[in-house]
Each structure stands twice: as C-alpha cells, then as structure tokens.
C-alpha cells in the first residue's frame, strides 16, 4: 500500500503506524518533511518514508466567512514514476489535485491496482476555492473506487461529485489520546472555568471575534474574574497581546508547546475554547474531550458536529453570529460546578472509541471493499 500525503504531522503518526501494523509492506510518500508555518520536528518513528521531487506553492485565500490564509500548494511531480517503481496493490492519495491525477493515472496502467482518496474535508472548509478547483475535482472524485471523510459534512461535500454512499468510509482525525486520558477528571472551582485555546493564532481560528464576545461578558459580569489561555503562535500574537481588556479578563499567551507536554496543559483548563471560522476536523476538540474538558465550540468545524453534543459534552455556536456565540459562552460560565463535572465524564466517554486502532480498521474496511 502507498500513502501519499503532504507530510506528517506528530499527532497523525499514531494512526499511520497502526496501518503499519495491519499492512507490513506500507510506504508513505510525502511531499516535504515539514512545512514552514509549522513548529513540529520530522518525526517518522519506524515508518518507511519517501521524500518526493515537489514543487511548492504559496497562495492567499480568501474565505467566504471573512479571513483569509495563506496557503501551501503542494505539486509532488514524481508522483506517477514513484509509484510505478514501488507498484503497491492500492494507493491512498490526499487531497484532490495533481497527486490525485497522477495516482488515477497509475491506477489506470496498472488495472488491478486500486485507488482510494482520502478527503479531509468538509463543506466549510471548501467554501471559495475557486470554479477551476471545482472542475478539477467534480473530474477526480468519481473515479476513485472508494473515499475516506472524517465525518457527515465531508460525506455531503463529496457526494455532491456523484459519489455514492456505498464507496464512502469514515476516518476521522485520531491521535493517541493516552496521555490525555490519564489526565485526572477533577477540577478546583477555578480551573473549572478557566477556558483554554491550543493551536494557531491566525484569523481562521476566530480568534479575534471570540475575544470580543470575551470581553463584553466579561463587562456584563465585573464580579466575575475570567481566565482564557491561549497555546500556540502565529501572526496575531503580537497583536492580541497589546489589545486593553478589562480588568476581570485575564489573558495568558504560553507559545508553542511541544506535543507531548500538552496533556499537562489540558489538565489546567476547564472549559476548551475553538471558535473556528472554518476546519476541515480540529484534532484539539478529540484531545480536550480525552482530557476532560467539555468543547465550547464552532459548528464550522467537523469535530465539533461530530462530538459536542450541546449541554452534554459542550456547547455549540456560530462564530458568525455575535448573539449566537454570546449565548453559548454566557451557558458555559453560568453552568454549576456539579453539572460541570458530569459533563467532563460525558466528554471523556464520548471520545474513547475515537483512537487509531478504530480508525485503522475502518481504512482496512475501505481497502477490503475495492477488492
């Protein structure tokens, strides 16, 4: 089996190694070790690796709920002579591009080989990419024999290109959720409504809109002191570190953390903050859950629709509608300690069955049905 994917970023490297264990013979190709916005070392573990002859691409894009982002396009142009020499029974590709094209040519020379497209996507996360993008995959996506999606919204993007439900199997974002596991389920009266953000600080993310609501109930509510801190970097840092806010809102920037030291994080929050615009999964939501932390979060992003079940195990909101998210935050602040409690029990259970093991064997699935 050959996988080939952009690269391979810490938290997806419990899953390939649990396809390792169920087909010896898998190689990975990659198009570059890392890529430049992010803070995490090449770490491969075992696996067998190929670095591929790429041409890399910088883009801005603007999205339709009002950020833009800048983007890299990956073109790994060995692609088709690369698979030719290792001739693997079936390819997995990433994305739908040039990479998909070329796998779907080999596919084609080689017929008893078989072509699987992992689509890591969801109906937010495309919206604005553009006519010719749109061509391009309404061409791509149907000649694969069988696609993976992380959930219902990536099932109804694809199914859009003609894609029947028997050819679509879910694989949603996984990581080791162990570590997060183990992390102790009690909580003092004020980590208990400390709420926490882990990932980039850029305007995807939403941010900028969330501390606004932040700061209006925090306003609302001068008796109260709020506590919100924020893991990780990026271009807004600097800029949300200089805003005033009031003098009960209390905001902390610890930076990058590294991977393996974020349970310790996660076990000093209470409440898990992700107001995304827009995220194809949001791993975070999965980590947060296995810690113990309910998710107040968007419904732009798939992991939250998945997983939050409102009231239960979080909270869920528009970032785009002000009255909407504000509702949100006021439940989650007002919500009793006891009630609190159950409910970080109830995000707990609802994330066990979500690890790479799982995941894996619905990939196999996937394989097996082509064949």
């Known amino acids: 089996m050959a996988l080939l994917t952009n690269f391979i970023p810490p938290y997806r490297l419990p899953l390939y190694k649990a396809i390792a264990d169920r087909i010896p013979d898998f190689q990975v190709f990659i198009s570059t070790p890392m890529e430049a916005n992010r803070s995490w070392t090449p770490n491969w573990d075992g696996l067998n690796v190929t670095i591929q002859k790429n041409l890399t691409l910088q883009r801005s894009w603007k999205h339709p709920h ?3 982002e800048n983007l890299y396009v990956h073109i790994p142009y060995d692609t088709l002579w690369s698979l030719r020499q290792y001739r693997p029974d079936v390819v997995i ?10 796998a779907l040519l080999y596919r084609k020379l080689n017929p008893n080989s078989r072509m699987i497209l992992w689509a890591t996507v969801s109906e937010y996360s495309e919206l604005g990419r553009g ?6 995959r309404r061409a791509l996506v149907p000649q694969a024999d069988a696609l993976l999606v992380n959930g219902q919204s990536g099932a109804r993007y694809v199914r859009q290109f003609g894609v029947g439900d028997p050819s679509i199997f879910f694989a949603p974002y996984t990581t080791n959720i162990d570590p997060f596991l183990a992390v102790p389920l009690s909580r003092t009266p004020l980590d208990a409504y400390r709420l926490l953000y882990v990932g980039q600080l850029v305007e995807r993310k939403g941010i900028e809109p969330f501390l606004s609501t932040l700061e209006r109930w925090a306003k609302a509510h001068p008796e109260r002191t709020l506590e919100f801190w924020l893991v990780g970097d990026g271009p807004l840092r600097s800029s949300l570190e200089q805003q005033v806010y009031s003098s009960n809102l209390r905001l902390r920037f610890l930076g990058n953390v590294e991977y393996g030291k974020l349970p310790e994080v996660y076990a000093q929050g209470g409440i898990f903050a992700f107001p995304t ?3 194809e999964w949001g791993l975070v939501a999965n980590e947060a859950m296995a810690a113990g932390l309910p998710v107040l979060g968007s419904s732009y992003s798939q992991s939250v629709e998945e997983l939050v079940v409102d009231g239960e195990t979080g909270w869920q909101f528009r970032p785009d509608e002000p009255e909407e998210m504000y509702s949100a935050l006021d439940r989650s602040l007002s919500m009793p ?9 109830k995000a707990r259970d609802r994330i066990q069955y979500l690890t790479p093991d799982f995941v894996a064997d619905n990939i196999l699935k996937a394989i097996q049905s082509v064949f």
């Open 337 to 345: 300690l006891a009630q609190l409690e159950r409910m970080r029990t």
């Open 131 to 136: 006519k010719l993008r749109e061509q391009l």
């Open 66 to 68: 009002g950020f833009s």
């Open 277 to 279: 615009l827009a995220d």
């Open 93 to 102: 590709s990433g994305e739908m591009g040039m990479r998909t094209a070329q």
